[in-house]
């Protein structure tokens, strides 16, 4: 029988990750994420598993990126000012594909903003804070078991694919304590990626669309590993023809497998004639305001996406044949409206109900943007 417990929000993604099979956390505390790390200073070693707190979230990431090349499952943690501190090491990840697994609870910004405040204006940023071009996956869940089950999908991402993968999270879903039914380890899905010998450096050799093997860093055999632009070998490289096979491999190992990667929850779609997409606290507010405005007779239901990044654009596209109207309901300025408004048909009427003063819109006013919406 599942053990049904009350838990806060990030103690959940803590739990999960361990039973995801982290077992490397480096971190600096930063509100609203604090407690992730603080559990995971008492329960990691008395798993014999290992915590450190750095002195910043640079060498935060820095460590994971080091464990992770030893073998290790590594997580880190933080909030936006943090998180924009990460972005070089971020891009590093994403340049050699090493799979870390990143949260990000979202706080009131710009700068040090309002820390104890919720937000949802780091969507962007997680998708292109670092620069160049380049791949990167973002998980984004609203309820307390998705907490746990897309903690495990993080984990599961960033190994298979190599890459790191990010949680997003907002104050508020971090900080609240609910109900959960955790499951028992048995029944979890644990993707581990065996590792493999290479021969003659050739780390990166691989065709379009594969990943790279994990290697084993105690085989005594070199292995290089470089911030710049490489060869099969990880040699550095600038020669165009060899350029342009990696960052095709980079990108293809995340999109030739989109089917795998997104996920989102669907409510009341099957007649809807409004939309409402929406994610994480919002998407919370939005189910409310759905059921609210169906028990007043209005076809509307709720897209919730669980996936950020990549975009649900096919999914969304899929919908759009036959749904005409969307509400993108997000605590920010407009982030994803431009994604639907890059998605959408001509022949699809588009609204937003935006906010960023660090107060969760009510259900109460999502059903009041709906009912303004179908006039």
Request: hydrophobic share 40%; glycine share 6%.
């Amino acid at each position: 029988m599942k053990q049904r417990q009350v838990l806060q929000g990030n103690t959940i993604v803590a739990k999960a990750a361990i039973a995801a099979g982290c077992d490397f956390f480096a971190g600096y505390p930063i509100t609203p994420s604090s407690e992730i790390a603080q559990f995971m200073s008492m329960e990691m070693p008395r798993l014999g598993y290992d915590f450190i707190q750095m002195e910043d979230e640079i060498s935060s990431l820095g460590a994971c990126i080091g464990a992770s090349l030893a073998g290790k499952k590594a997580m880190t943690a933080t909030s936006g000012p943090g998180f924009s501190l990460m972005q070089e090491h971020l891009g590093l990840a994403v340049m050699a594909e090493i799979p870390i697994v990143i949260v990000n609870v979202m706080r009131g910004g710009p700068s040090t903003g309002m820390p104890t405040k919720p937000s949802q204006s780091d969507i962007m940023q997680t998708r292109w804070g670092t620069h160049g071009d380049h791949p990167i996956i973002v998980v984004y869940p609203a309820f307390a078991s998705q907490l746990f089950s897309e903690t495990i999908r993080a984990f599961n991402l960033s190994e298979k694919f190599w890459n790191p993968v990010i949680i997003l999270l907002d104050e508020v879903i971090a900080k609240a304590r609910e109900d959960i039914a955790l499951p028992r380890k048995k029944d979890l899905n644990i993707y581990w990626e065996k590792t493999k010998q290479i021969e003659d450096l050739n780390i990166y050799d691989r065709e379009i669309g594969q990943n790279p093997p994990r290697v084993d860093f105690f085989k005594k055999y070199p292995i290089h590993i470089d911030s710049l632009e490489h060869d099969k070998h990880g040699w550095p490289t600038t020669d165009p023809k060899i350029v342009d096979k990696m960052q095709t491999l980079r990108m293809q190992k995340i999109y030739n497998y989109l089917d795998e990667i997104i996920t989102h929850e669907e409510y009341y779609l099957d007649d809807a004639e409004i939309m409402v997409f929406s994610f994480g606290i919002s998407a919370r507010s939005s189910l409310a305001a759905v059921e609210m405005a169906r028990e007043q007779g209005i076809k509307v239901g709720l897209f919730q996406a669980l996936t950020i990044w990549p975009f649900p654009k096919l999914l969304l596209r899929e919908k759009f044949k036959k749904i005409k109207k969307i509400l993108v309901v997000e605590m920010n300025m407009g982030q994803t409206i431009y994604e639907i408004e890059r998605t959408a048909t001509d022949d699809v009427e588009r609204q937003a109900l935006l906010r960023a003063n660090g107060v969760p819109f009510t259900p109460t006013e999502v059903l009041e943007a709906i009912k303004r919406f179908k006039k």
